[in-house]
């Protein structure tokens, strides 16, 4: 089959590589409809996170069901499924927790020795608790498939950082992050009851896109500028519940600077700097609670798929470009030159 490899910073290739197959009973092998390029790909794209030459890459994808080992009861062949972006048991002590991303035995799709999500088919490690079952008829409706296919990433991300900021009817949110996943933190918000929703971000596209998703006010600011900004619009006090999808220590500091005292932080943005923008005695003396990180979306996603499938939240404009697979290399340009928000890649 192909799939996308990454040789070096910037030498993406999709190319011939071994077809997957089941080698455990508990493993599933997915044929890819779509899968997508997660901003997280970028620092691998950009030499700032470390690949081996010729490693897969891609960890968002929803497909068919094309085997299945012994062991395996909850999905069969032919059925359409999403997975999250890491695979997980579903029995050890986290997973039982819902913290799948903790999980004792679970991995990352596109990791040494694992398929990536951009390539023709994937082998899934502990199906019946990584994949989810869709309804067979969202196979043939583009959009709705380009909504279900954010479940494996940026839509149960947006939705941990709504959570873990807080985020609840009467709310002020604040969304530091104009990427996909703010986007969605701000979809999550919404369905969360937030009452108002304060997106920051300097790309009008996208921002015009967080007004469509229910952000009421939008600062385009930067720094302390921002900052005042935000301010002005709360009272002088600052957001209940902070939204952090950037990951950037002068966003981390904006973030608790736009943080009402008692608030809370959910951060989601993959931390990259030397340091972490965070000023302890200020959160300390203003009571800021800090939450978030890697979001376990496999738990997410059984609260979240009803309201995409009848359409209540769509995040599917998150994507504004679409490549086949061997159009993936101009996706990363595209995203790396921030031409496109989000790349969605067809089979
Ligand atoms: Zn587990």
Not at 155 to 167: C, F, K
Not at 200 to 214: K, N, V
Not at 220 to 242: D, M, N, P, S, Y
Not at 250 to 256: F, I, N
Request: proline share 5%.
């Amino acid at each position: 089959m192909r799939a996308t490899t990454i040789h070096a910073p910037f030498d993406m290739r999709v190319e011939d590589v071994p077809d997957p197959a089941v080698r455990r009973p508990g493993d599933a092998v997915v044929r890819v409809l779509r899968s997508c390029i997660c901003g997280s790909d970028l620092w691998a794209y950009r030499g700032e996170a470390a690949r081996q030459p010729g490693q897969r890459i891609g960890h968002e994808f929803l497909g068919i069901v094309e085997d299945i080992g012994a062991d395996v009861v909850g999905v069969r062949r032919g059925d359409l499924v999403v997975a999250p972006f890491m695979w997980s048991d579903g029995v050890c002590d986290y997973c039982r927790e819902g913290l799948t991303t903790s999980c004792e035995h679970g991995g990352f799709w596109g990791s040494v020795g694992s398929d990536g999500g951009q390539g023709e088919a994937v082998r899934v490690p502990f199906a019946d608790a990584t994949l989810v079952g869709l309804p067979a008829e969202a196979a043939s409706d583009d959009r709705l498939l380009a909504a279900l296919l954010t479940l494996s990433d940026v839509m149960g991300t947006g939705h941990h950082a709504a959570l873990g900021a807080g985020a609840r009817p009467g709310a002020t949110v604040a969304v530091v992050g104009d990427g996909a996943v703010g986007l969605c933190a701000v979809l999550a918000a919404k369905r969360l009851g937030a009452e108002r929703i304060v997106a920051l971000g300097r790309h009008e596209a996208r921002t015009d896109l967080a007004r469509r998703f229910g952000a009421t006010d939008v600062v385009a600011e930067r720094g302390e500028a921002a900052v005042e900004a935000v301010r002005e619009l709360t009272r002088g006090q600052g957001a209940h519940a902070v939204v952090e999808a950037v990951g950037t220590e002068q966003s981390m500091r904006t973030a608790v600077n736009i943080t009402r005292d008692g608030g809370a932080i959910g951060f989601v943005g993959v931390p990259h700097g030397s340091g972490t923008g965070l000023d302890l005695s200020v959160m300390f003396d203003r009571n800021i609670a800090l939450r978030g990180g890697v979001a376990p979306v496999r738990a997410y996603i059984p609260e979240l798929l009803p309201d995409i499938l009848d359409g209540t939240v769509d995040p599917s404009p998150v994507f504004d470009l679409t490549v086949t697979l061997d159009g993936v290399p101009d996706g990363y340009r595209a995203m790396d030159e921030r031409t496109a928000l989000k790349v969605m890649v067809t089979g």
